[in-house]
């Protein structure tokens, strides 16, 4: 049977907002918990749900050595995520964050500077979303990775069932989702730890999750909600689904370094790609490169790839069209000699 745990908060707003993107010292939380349970806040709010090696271990396997080499590539545009900010600004940018292990696979809506530089030489305008890069690049390795996503996906399904049918009926309406799951994306962490903060982005009606793949050995990295000093010491198929708009964090990942990895995956669906390419087509995957003819290029500059930000303003315009033509009629009527009669007998 399922413990069922309710938590109170032990910090205020205040002490909340202090911590707000810094890192969790070891020790932190008091309260681990490492067997099957729901945690429920006292307002019967859930925060999370852990259910013990539920993924089976070939998926794990095929996943890990499918995007090992991708997650180890380095980023600094993560923002609260990195953890750090400027000593004299108190802000964070790619500046002042410290590189970390961070990516993103499947689908995105925003643009890197460097596709972006591409279609600039080719004078070709922005798409409303693409390819991550290890899709576009390595797609073998991305149908086996697949798999994997489908069994989060599965356990998501099973333990949030009304929040899952909302996501997937979300994610059905652009065909920039993750074939067979309710995702449009997935965020790799490689021996991250992030600094305290809430995801964004995600599909709101949603319910966040977390899994891990482990190697070596290692102690420590224990994910949780400082606001109800609560975590979780998640593992190797386990599955975490967690109320990802709540503030939380992990604390210190402790090993001989380099004898161990900690490859964490959130699976998501990204709120503004359902919005931006409802009826759109997916991006051909040579869609970004620097040697197309010119015949692909003009092909590509007419296709269906592109958010439609006219039909507002056309809509508008076609609107106040019509109430100026109505005004119009209005102050015709105002003159005539039947509308001053009607005026007086009134």
Same mark, same amino acid.
């Given at each position: 049977?399922?413990?069922?745990?309710?938590?109170?908060?032990?910090?205020?707003?205040?002490?909340?907002?202090?911590?707000?993107?810094?890192?969790?010292?070891?020790?932190?939380?008091?309260?681990?918990?490492?067997?099957?349970?729901?945690?429920?806040?006292?307002?019967?709010?859930?925060?999370?749900?852990?259910?013990?090696?539920?993924?089976?271990?070939?998926?794990?396997?095929?996943?890990?050595?499918?995007?090992?080499?991708?997650?180890?590539?380095?980023?600094?545009?993560? $923002?609260?995520?990195?953890?750090?900010?400027?000593?004299?600004?108190?802000?964070?940018?790619?500046?002042?964050?410290?590189?970390?292990?961070?990516?993103?696979?499947?689908?995105?809506?925003?643009?890197?500077?460097?596709?972006?530089?591409?279609?600039?030489?080719?004078?070709?305008?922005?798409?409303?979303?693409?390819?991550?890069?290890?899709?576009?690049?390595?797609?073998?390795?991305?149908?086996?990775?697949?798999?994997?996503?489908?069994?989060?996906?599965?356990?998501?399904?099973?333990?949030?069932?009304?929040?899952?049918?909302?996501?997937?009926?979300?994610?059905?309406?652009?065909?920039?989702?993750?074939?067979?799951?309710?995702?449009?994306?997935?965020?790799?962490?490689?021996?991250?730890?992030?600094?305290?903060?809430?995801?964004? $982005?995600?599909?709101?009606? $949603?319910?966040?999750?977390?899994?891990?793949?482990?190697?070596?050995?290692?102690?420590?990295?224990?994910?949780?909600?400082?606001?109800?000093?609560?975590?979780?010491?998640?593992?190797? $198929?386990?599955?975490?689904?967690?109320?990802?708009?709540?503030?939380?964090?992990?604390?210190?990942?402790?090993?001989?370094?380099?004898?161990?990895?900690?490859?964490?995956?959130?699976?998501?669906?990204?709120?503004?790609?359902?919005?931006?390419?409802?009826?759109?087509?997916?991006?051909?995957?040579?869609?970004?490169?620097?040697?197309?003819?010119?015949?692909?290029?003009?092909?590509?500059?007419?296709?269906?790839?592109?958010?439609?930000?006219?039909?507002?303003?056309?809509?508008?315009?076609?609107?106040?069209?019509?109430?100026?033509?109505?005004?119009?009629?209005?102050?015709?009527?105002?003159?005539?000699?039947?509308?001053?009669?009607?005026?007086?007998?009134?």
């Amino acid at each position: 049977m399922v413990q069922v745990i309710v938590v109170k908060k032990i910090l205020t707003d205040k002490q909340l907002n202090e911590i707000r993107g810094k890192k969790l010292p070891k020790g932190y939380f008091k309260r681990i918990l490492n067997t099957d349970c729901d945690v429920k806040t006292e307002e019967g709010e859930i925060l999370l749900k852990l259910r013990k090696k539920v993924l089976p271990q070939k998926l794990i396997d095929e996943a890990y050595n499918n995007i090992i080499e991708f997650a180890r590539s380095t980023t600094t545009t993560r $923002g609260l995520v990195s953890g750090r900010k400027d000593k004299m600004s108190g802000q964070l940018s790619v500046k002042t964050n410290e590189p970390i292990m961070s990516n993103i696979v499947g689908y995105f809506d925003t643009i890197s500077l460097g596709y972006k530089n591409i279609l600039k030489k080719q004078n070709r305008k922005l798409p409303a979303a693409r390819h991550t890069a290890f899709l576009k690049n390595q797609p073998e390795k991305w149908k086996r990775f697949i798999p994997f996503v489908k069994a989060i996906d599965t356990q998501y399904k099973k333990l949030f069932p009304h929040h899952h049918q909302d996501q997937l009926k979300q994610a059905k309406k652009t065909k920039y989702h993750i074939k067979d799951t309710a995702f449009t994306t997935v965020t790799t962490n490689l021996n991250l730890q992030t600094g305290v903060h809430t995801d964004k $982005g995600d599909y709101g009606d $949603g319910f966040g999750n977390l899994v891990v793949i482990e190697k070596g050995n290692y102690s420590g990295g224990y994910t949780g909600f400082p606001e109800y000093g609560v975590a979780v010491d998640l593992r190797s $198929g386990d599955f975490l689904g967690m109320n990802v708009h709540k503030l939380h964090g992990n604390t210190p990942i402790e090993g001989k370094e380099g004898a161990y990895e900690r490859l964490s995956f959130v699976s998501y669906l990204r709120e503004n790609i359902v919005e931006k390419t409802k009826g759109l087509d997916l991006l051909p995957l040579d869609f970004f490169n620097n040697d197309l003819t010119k015949k692909k290029i003009a092909e590509y500059k007419r296709g269906n790839y592109y958010e439609k930000q006219l039909t507002r303003k056309t809509g508008l315009k076609k609107k106040n069209g019509l109430k100026k033509k109505e005004n119009t009629k209005k102050k015709t009527q105002r003159v005539t000699p039947k509308t001053r009669k009607k005026k007086t007998r009134s």
